[in-house]
């Protein structure tokens, strides 16, 4: 049987060097696709994906073209937006990929809620940024207005901040399995997935304006789809000790004890590889013996065969 893989994609994956329009990030999304459609061969594939620069896009058109006729989108919504701009630019790809060689596979994304807790502690203290940058007196103005919550962010200006809750589960996951069963590459938890939390009257769903880390989701994802590896495709080919100094040193095979001690150690940062790690630990450490890997798109088939980037064991 093929080994069932989650890989998580950076959002930052589909614009290497800043790239905007549709067409140059789907010109790179087709390097992504042709790895994806050669690993099919030995591999059950689910793809999870960032959506950093393209939901703050997204709202940013929201935020400058709402009127009282068409007001802007919510950030939960727009984050439905963006899993249906970026899986439709991945399956293309994909299914291009397999065109080249005259084959064909089924591909599906699914638009993805993901639950979290109302009473997650994140709530209480908003840090992510989104959206575009104001001057003080317009962010605060706005936040009066939209019942935001602004800071100012690294000298650059004010912005619009958010909760970033844990996942605690996914709506989609039995589809997501079946779809699997039946031989589909899928697409799923984009951007962390649509943050939603169920009603206390009659369990219902409802969305809230929050972003959810989507290495934190994808392995959530790996956990329920009871996937054997799972991988956080970022922009290096290795977790780095030290990183951009010149004493930086690479860390290969690890077990997940040792790069605890890292994480105590402070070597990684919040919001950049810490999320990764983390993700890639929890996964590693169940009873089951799973494997989390991190490395770069380039390196992806090498890690998967034990050569390259950074293999987190239990």
Request: hydrophobic share 45%; glycine share 12%; proline share 0%.
């Given at each position: 049987m093929k080994k069932r893989i989650v890989l998580a994609l950076g959002g930052n994956a589909l614009q290497k060097n800043g790239e905007a329009t549709a067409e140059a990030q789907k010109k790179i999304a087709t390097s992504v696709g042709e790895v994806i459609a050669e690993l099919s061969n030995k591999y059950e594939i689910i793809i999870a994906h960032?959506?950093?620069p393209q939901v703050g896009n997204i709202l940013i058109h929201e935020e400058q073209a709402s009127t009282d006729q068409a007001p802007a989108m919510p950030l939960e919504?727009?984050?439905a937006m963006s899993q249906g701009q970026?899986?439709?630019w991945l399956t293309q790809a994909i299914n291009n990929a397999f065109a080249a060689h005259g084959k064909t596979k089924k591909i599906a994304t699914v638009i993805s809620q993901v639950v979290v807790s109302p009473s997650d502690p994140a709530f209480k203290n908003p840090t992510k940024p989104i959206g575009q940058f104001y001057?003080?007196?317009e962010a605060k103005k706005l936040a009066r207005a939209n019942h935001w919550t602004v800071k100012e962010d690294s000298g650059r200006g004010w912005r619009r901040v958010v909760a970033s809750p844990k996942p605690i589960d996914i709506v989609e996951k039995k589809t997501i399995i079946e779809l699997v069963k039946d031989g589909?590459?899928?697409?799923a938890a984009g951007g962390g997935g649509i943050p939603v939390v169920r009603t206390k009257v009659l369990r219902h769903l409802k969305g809230i304006d929050a972003v959810i880390d989507k290495d934190y989701a994808?392995?959530?994802?790996?956990?329920l789809v009871k996937a054997d590896i799972f991988i956080s495709v970022t922009a290096v080919p290795n977790v780095f000790v030290d990183y951009g100094t010149p004493d930086q040193t690479a860390i290969y095979k690890i077990p997940a004890a040792n790069i605890k001690k890292l994480i105590q150690l402070d070597y990684f940062k919040p919001g950049s590889m810490l999320p990764k790690v983390e993700a890639a630990i929890k996964f590693a450490s169940h009873k089951s013996h799973k494997t989390g890997i991190i490395t770069d798109i380039d390196h992806l088939k090498d890690a998967l065969a034990g050569k390259a980037g950074t293999i987190?064991?239990?």
């Open positions: 960032g959506n950093g919504t727009a984050v970026i899986g439709y001057s003080e007196k589909v590459i899928v697409i994808a392995e959530k994802l790996a956990e987190i064991t239990s």
